[in-house]
């Protein structure tokens, strides 16, 4: 335990202690002299600016990029204009900000993704100072210009650039400033002099932090926590005030007795920690400072950078890379000397117990009379998450375990999540990866941004592991770590389109939730358009090969696609994207050979372009659908010139087609129209557009009997059919008279009774008669109709003795039980008896 507290140092009630995670894999000859330094927080990348060691007109600063351990992962001369400041996003992009306000974006391999610029006053005044900060909205970029003005963004990927109000009295760069998170909104906190300003979209108001020494006549470093907030101000007297971020509470304010402005200052604070602290760095000395008078002093032997954590300060060097953090309660109250807490109880016992000393037993009594067995299992597991040396994570969970035996009713969860967290942990510690995140810190990133950051560097084989040793849901951990590698995968130009196919299908085989479109898509864009085709066979849905065929210009393809698929939208969508992109003669050819899809662009002509479907007939030459097509576009014309023109040009192709049925259709058509024509003019009456039956029908309820005649005999109407209009038309028009002079002028043709044969309404004389309400007229046909029917008009009339005359001397039995189902037991009693003894003697017969 001695051992483990060597590097533990007191400040107030707390302990701090400075970790060793890497020796770095970099060969820097005069480590981070001259260079410009940024690295990213959890554990992140670190790039380096190196100017050259010989200044010359030709020589160029070489930019690196290293993992957090030195591991080189990019390295490249810098071709662009003079750098300002660098900086990562929140997905590990790197950011160089340029003196002209352009910023360039770099991935983890230093390949080149795009540029933006921070507007037009900044390439004028140029950038003196500039920040990159991270917040709830992204990673957002701060300049401050020659005019001493400050331009912000918010969010680099969402870019709105906005011009903060002028500072009154300030020339030049401020002394210090930074960037706050407050209430939604991005604000910059500077110093100008001893005089303090929050700008915001509107307005410069200045603040004055409470109790700051009066001593103080400038500040000159200003330092915000990574929560944004508590706020730390370092004065040209050497005191530190530390006090929220709104100049609401202060929380102390320490004398450092250095009056040097400091090269940087960061804050230091676990989360759920009463401990404020913060470091600050000078050229050879590292202070961390708190609420307490006293300090903590490091002595540098190196040029450093600070990288402020969650949880702690990274301290990157030349040769070292170190963790600076406060001990956790949780280890203070386990390893500290003479400590008699559950936990370090627990693993004095354990440690006795694999000594096979009676000792583990008093301790464990001690720990039993207590009832903190519990609580000393927690702080054995919650302490081994703090730790970084496997070997003391191993000796704390043993302890855990060892306690656990003892506890009925323990949860196994936190045990048992811990070891899960700590395997992974170790694997991403390592020094090939180089990403030492701290268990804090893995909490707050979660294991989904974990993984995306293996994939980011291409991890792909500890990705995987790590998503099947968590069980994570196949969809979000291992089909998505394989898409990402099939995606890079597509961009190595040495390997051939067949090698790349085979191995991405053998490889990614039936992972669920893997679109393979988004690979071939991804193949595309680096100018591998057979490859994407290869790969779009492996798609099962047509639906996401159809459109990326389509980018692709293999419109052919495309259409075959969406055939096979079913999909008439699908089809639908390739036919509309075909129609704008080729000539006309072109598109028809393409569809005269694909059946289906000529058809579907027949049904939408149909609907939405007459002219173009004409076209397509008269590219087919079918006759038969153009003569449709030329009688469906005559009714749609009100003058009757041109309706005839189409009726003719309709004939001219039925006779093409050797139809000679439809020919002799229109012909006639025409004929009608040309006769509805003279009687409009010569009669007044509004026939024109009318059917040949509704023509009849028109001119006999007219008393056009003449005329109705004529069109009788030139239009060979059936005998049945005129005699039916004819009857229909006296009847609406109560002329009785003349309806019965027309039944006895000769037999009728559709009989007394009976219905028409074809299919018109079904209204014989009698029927006819009684409809009109005039059965007195219906009586005089009851005599002329068939013995068959009979019955059924003297019941049409209401007539049920007739009708039971005439049953009853038929002798028909379905007759007489019709008659009888009419009659009522109350008014015809002896029709009902006269009737059953005839349905009698006809079911003896």
């Not at 040793?469 to 951990?477: A, C, F």
């Not at 390739?574 to 992109?581: G, I, M």
């Not at 009608?672 to 557009?689: C, I, P, T």
Request: charged share 25%.
């Amino acid at each position: 335990m001695a051992f483990i507290t060597a590097n533990w140092n007191p400040l107030g009630e707390a302990f701090y202690r400075k970790i060793e995670l890497y020796e770095m894999g970099w060969s820097l000859r005069d480590g981070l002299k001259e260079c410009l330094v940024a690295a990213a927080p959890y554990g992140g990348p670190i790039a380096l600016l190196r100017q050259p060691q010989r200044p010359s007109s030709s020589a160029r600063p070489q930019l690196e990029i290293y993992s957090s351990s030195g591991v080189n992962m990019a390295s490249f001369p810098w071709k662009s204009g003079p750098v300002r400041q660098l900086g990562w996003t929140v997905c590990d992009d790197l950011l160089c900000i340029q003196e002209d306000g352009t910023v360039l974006i770099y991935d983890l391999f230093g390949a080149f993704k795009r540029h933006f610029s921070m507007g037009n006053e900044v390439v004028q005044n140029q950038v003196l100072e500039a920040k990159v900060f991270h917040s709830p909205y992204g990673t957002g970029v701060a300049i401050v210009t020659g005019a001493s003005r400050f331009t912000l963004a918010t969010n680099i990927d969402d870019l709105k650039l906005r011009r903060l109000p002028e500072v009154p009295g300030l020339q030049g760069a401020p002394s210090c400033w930074a960037v706050l998170t407050q209430d939604r909104q991005t604000k910059v906190l500077l110093a100008n002099g001893a005089d303090l300003y929050i700008l915001d979209n509107t307005s410069c108001t200045p603040v004055t932090p409470p109790g700051l020494s009066p001593q103080a006549c400038s500040i000159v470093n200003m330092a915000v926590s990574f929560s944004y907030k508590y706020l730390a101000l370092f004065t040209d007297s050497g005191h530190l005030w530390m006090g929220s971020a709104n100049f609401k509470d202060k929380l102390s304010e320490v004398d450092t007795k250095v009056r040097t402005p400091p090269k940087q200052m960061v804050w230091c604070r676990r989360p759920k920690s009463q401990q404020p602290s913060v470091v600050i760095m000078w050229d050879r000395l590292l202070l961390v400072a708190g609420e307490c008078t006293d300090t903590i002093q490091y002595t540098l032997d190196e040029e450093s950078v600070c990288v402020a954590e969650l949880d702690g300060v990274r301290i990157v060097g030349g040769s070292r890379h170190e963790l600076l953090q406060e001990v956790p309660s949780a280890c203070q109250d386990i390893f500290k000397i003479a400590s008699m807490a559950p936990g370090a109880l627990l693993l004095e016992a354990h440690k006795e117990y694999e000594k096979s000393s009676q000792k583990a037993d008093e301790y464990l009594r001690e720990i039993k009379e207590q009832s903190v067995l519990g609580e000393a299992v927690r702080q054995c597991v919650e302490a081994a998450g703090y730790e970084h040396e496997p070997e003391t994570q191993k000796t704390l969970l043993r302890a855990a375990s060892f306690g656990k035996c003892f506890l009925s009713n323990y949860p196994p969860e936190p045990f048992v999540s811990m070891c899960r967290d700590l395997k992974v942990l170790n694997s991403v510690r390592d020094y090939t990866v180089g990403i030492p995140l701290t268990h804090t810190q893995y909490k707050q990133m979660t294991v989904q941004v974990l993984i995306d950051r293996l994939v980011y560097r291409k991890l792909y084989p500890l990705a995987i592991e790590i998503c099947r040793y968590l069980k994570t849901p196949e969809y979000q951990g291992v089909s998505r770590v394989l898409k990402h590698w099939a995606c890079c995968k597509v961009q190595q130009k040495e390997e051939p389109d067949e090698s790349i196919a085979h191995a991405v299908s053998v490889k990614l085989g039936e992972a669920a939730g893997i679109s393979y479109s988004e690979i071939a898509a991804r193949a595309y864009e680096c100018g591998r358009t057979e490859l994407a085709i290869k790969l779009l066979e492996f798609e099962p849905r047509s639906g996401e090969q159809v459109p990326l065929l389509l980018k692709m210009k293999r419109s052919q393809l495309a259409l075959s696609k969406a055939i096979e698929s079913g999909d008439t939208d699908l089809v639908y969508t390739v036919v509309t994207y075909l129609k704008n992109e080729m000539n006309r003669g072109d598109f028809f050819m393409t569809l005269r050979n694909q059946p289906v899809a000529l058809s579907l662009y027949r049904q939408f002509c149909k609907h939405q372009e007459q002219d173009t479907l004409k076209d397509l007939f008269n590219q087919d030459d079918d006759h038969q659908e153009l003569g449709n097509f030329y009688v469906k576009a005559s009714y749609k014309e009100k003058k009757l010139e041109a309706r005839l023109s189409l009726l003719q040009s309709a004939v001219d192709e039925y006779n093409k087609a050797r139809n000679e049925f439809a020919a002799k259709a229109t012909e006639e058509e025409m004929k009608l129209l040309r006769f509805q024509r003279r009687l409009d003019e010569e009669k007044g009456e509004a026939l024109l557009g009318l059917s040949l039956q509704e023509t009849l029908h028109a001119l006999l309820t007219s008393n056009f009997h003449k005329q109705a005649e004529q069109l009788y005999r030139d239009f060979r109407v059936p005998d049945k059919r005129y005699w039916w209009l004819k009857l229909t038309a006296l009847a609406e028009k109560d002329d009785w008279e003349e309806m019965e002079k027309f039944a006895k002028s000769k037999k009728s043709p559709i009989g007394y009774l009976v219905c028409c044969l074809y299919n018109l309404y079904t209204k014989p004389f009698v029927e006819v008669c009684v409809k009109q309400h005039n059965k007195y007229e219906a009586k005089k046909y009851v005599s002329k109709v068939t013995p068959e029917q009979k019955v059924k008009a003297h019941l049409a009339i209401g007539d049920l003795e007739g009708a039971a005359e005439a049953a009853i001397e038929r002798r028909s039995e379905g007759e007489i039980s019709t008659v009888l189902s009419r009659c009522s037991p109350t008014t015809d009693r002896a029709l009902l008896e006269r009737l059953n003894r005839a349905r009698s003697t006809a079911a003896k017969k």
